[in-house]
């Protein structure tokens, strides 16, 4: 009796599992990979489990794709240590002038262009952030406003390519990471832009004169122009199919480092600090990709996730489906760190998003989106208590200012529910 009770429900006894360990405070990579190994436990013989325990594990940990993570990684560590989000920020607001609040419009545009080098939220936030903060607090943008601008902006780290949680979705689905890229050109662009326009149309309005010569603009412009050209040439490269996105995240390592030589912001010391920071990043996202992939096996192999899809399609209508889903990812964000929630939602979802027809391209940035809640989503989100760490800044003040941004998010989720084509039709027309 109690055999087939473990028999039947193995899967959802790994999921109870998990969230028992982590309210225990267990990390979440420690905690997928028990969870998952104590339930095949109850109903397997232990020598079977080990061994499809280091199966799984080593084939998760050798694949190829996963070559690309900590190259775009390391691009990003590196752009830090050349101080590139200054030559970003003073080429915005050179352009931008003396329009309403243009010191804002200025450090979204900056957010924009350093996630497209970094693809990494937490890094735009604090880089970006360690430069513009400043300056808003003191034209009396008021910490809820500057805080929340930068929290916001941050978020594009992970929708504008190259995106490390794209390529972890990529990677857990089997779908091409460079479509992938390529998909989320237009949904990032329409998010930027609203994100600006939010910025310009917030009140108060505040004008300052920011007009800068022609000359001085075209000086700035000049020396920040090979930062400016890589996300270019990224999404180039990729669109064209001239190179994979592990052969443009090897050349993006060796064209910032070239670069930051050549501008004299470089040094073998710099180089080994980033180093240093970017194995510590992918050590971390390894091991949740390890064992996030053995815990998403075991569900698969316990038939949950189809059975969890078959049961929210048989009782609910599309558009209810995506509300549940988008509560889901509200909650799960107030908890989890974004990565930890895709490698943890994924394996349920994705079979969800197909028996509603959605295609895997959409539904990876459907839930990249997803990801950029969980970012601004207290009272956890690793971008308020990055912002926190490096502002002081009240947490709930920053909060309280991300919030519209928050609700964009919601809203584009919807939008690219029902209006697949803005996912479909640049990676249709790739070579």
Same mark, same amino acid.
């Given at each position: 009796m109690i055999m087939d009770f473990f028999f039947d429900y193995a899967g959802y006894i790994a999921i109870v599992?998990?969230?028992?360990?982590?309210?225990? $405070?267990? +990390?979440?990579?420690? *905690?997928?990979g028990m969870s998952a190994f104590i339930? @095949?436990?109850?109903?397997?013989? #232990?020598?079977?489990?080990? !061994?499809?325990?280091?199966?799984?594990?080593?084939? @998760? /940990?050798?694949?190829?794709?996963?070559? @690309?993570? #900590?190259?775009?990684i390391l691009t990003g560590t590196i752009m830090q240590q050349t101080d590139a989000s200054r030559d970003l920020f003073a080429v915005a607001k050179a352009w931008v002038g003396s329009v309403s609040n243009s010191l804002g419009i200025a450090t979204m545009l900056a957010c924009g262009i350093f996630a497209a080098i970094t693809g990494s939220s937490i890094a735009t936030a604090a880089t970006i952030g360690l430069v513009a903060i400043p300056l808003l607090l003191r034209e009396q943008y008021g910490e809820r406003r500057s805080a929340g601008f930068v929290a916001?902006?941050?978020?594009? %780290?992970?929708?504008?390519?190259?995106s490390i949680p794209l390529i972890l979705y990529g990677?857990?689905?089997?779908?091409?990471?460079?479509?992938?890229?390529?998909? /989320?050109? &237009?949904?990032?662009?329409?998010?930027?832009?609203?994100?600006?326009?939010?910025?310009?149309?917030? !009140?108060?309005r505040i004008t300052t004169d920011h007009v800068v010569p022609w000359e001085e603009r075209w000086r700035?412009? !000049?020396? $920040?122009? %090979?930062?400016?050209?890589? +996300?270019?040439?990224?999404?180039?490269a990729i669109y064209t199919g001239i190179f994979t996105p592990t052969e443009v995240g090897g050349l993006s390592v060796v064209y910032v480092t070239l670069l930051g030589f050549i501008q004299g912001r470089l040094s073998w010391h710099k180089i080994k600090l980033a180093a240093m920071r970017a194995t510590k990043t992918t050590g971390m996202l390894y091991m949740l990709i390890v064992f996030g992939v053995y815990f /998403?096996?075991?569900?698969?192999?316990?038939?949950?996730p189809q059975s969890i899809a078959q049961t929210i399609v048989a009782n609910t209508t599309g558009i209810a489906a995506v509300t549940l889903i988008i509560a889901?990812? =509200?909650?799960? %964000?107030?908890?989890?760190?974004?990565? @930890?929630?895709? =490698?943890?939602? &994924?394996?349920?979802?994705? #079979?969800? *998003?197909?028996?509603? $027809?959605?295609?895997? =391209?959409?539904? %990876? &940035?459907f839930a990249v989106i997803a990801m950029e809640i969980a970012q601004i989503s207290p009272p956890i989100g690793v971008n308020l208590f990055t912002i926190h760490g490096i502002s002081r800044i009240r947490l709930w003040t920053i909060a309280k $200012?991300? =919030? +519209?941004?928050?609700l964009v998010q919601v809203a584009m989720l919807y939008v690219v529910f029902y209006t697949p084509w803005l996912t479909l039709w640049l990676p249709g027309t790739m070579n």
């Amino acid at each position: 009796m109690i055999m087939d009770f473990f028999f039947d429900y193995a899967g959802y006894i790994a999921i109870v599992l998990l969230f028992l360990f982590m309210v225990l $405070g267990v +990390p979440v990579f420690v *905690a997928m990979g028990m969870s998952a190994f104590i339930a @095949a436990l109850l109903i397997d013989d #232990p020598t079977r489990v080990m !061994r499809t325990f280091i199966q799984n594990t080593w084939q @998760a /940990a050798a694949i190829f794709e996963l070559v @690309a993570l #900590p190259l775009f990684i390391l691009t990003g560590t590196i752009m830090q240590q050349t101080d590139a989000s200054r030559d970003l920020f003073a080429v915005a607001k050179a352009w931008v002038g003396s329009v309403s609040n243009s010191l804002g419009i200025a450090t979204m545009l900056a957010c924009g262009i350093f996630a497209a080098i970094t693809g990494s939220s937490i890094a735009t936030a604090a880089t970006i952030g360690l430069v513009a903060i400043p300056l808003l607090l003191r034209e009396q943008y008021g910490e809820r406003r500057s805080a929340g601008f930068v929290a916001g902006g941050g978020t594009l %780290g992970i929708i504008i390519p190259p995106s490390i949680p794209l390529i972890l979705y990529g990677v857990i689905t089997e779908t091409s990471i460079g479509q992938l890229f390529i998909a /989320a050109v &237009i949904p990032g662009a329409i998010m930027l832009s609203i994100f600006t326009l939010y910025v310009y149309l917030s !009140r108060p309005r505040i004008t300052t004169d920011h007009v800068v010569p022609w000359e001085e603009r075209w000086r700035v412009t !000049r020396f $920040g122009i %090979g930062v400016l050209l890589l +996300p270019v040439l990224i999404i180039s490269a990729i669109y064209t199919g001239i190179f994979t996105p592990t052969e443009v995240g090897g050349l993006s390592v060796v064209y910032v480092t070239l670069l930051g030589f050549i501008q004299g912001r470089l040094s073998w010391h710099k180089i080994k600090l980033a180093a240093m920071r970017a194995t510590k990043t992918t050590g971390m996202l390894y091991m949740l990709i390890v064992f996030g992939v053995y815990f /998403a096996h075991f569900l698969a192999f316990e038939y949950v996730p189809q059975s969890i899809a078959q049961t929210i399609v048989a009782n609910t209508t599309g558009i209810a489906a995506v509300t549940l889903i988008i509560a889901v990812y =509200l909650v799960l %964000g107030m908890f989890l760190e974004s990565a @930890a929630m895709l =490698l943890l939602s &994924i394996p349920i979802f994705f #079979p969800v *998003a197909m028996e509603l $027809g959605m295609h895997p =391209l959409t539904f %990876g &940035i459907f839930a990249v989106i997803a990801m950029e809640i969980a970012q601004i989503s207290p009272p956890i989100g690793v971008n308020l208590f990055t912002i926190h760490g490096i502002s002081r800044i009240r947490l709930w003040t920053i909060a309280k $200012g991300a =919030l +519209p941004f928050l609700l964009v998010q919601v809203a584009m989720l919807y939008v690219v529910f029902y209006t697949p084509w803005l996912t479909l039709w640049l990676p249709g027309t790739m070579n």
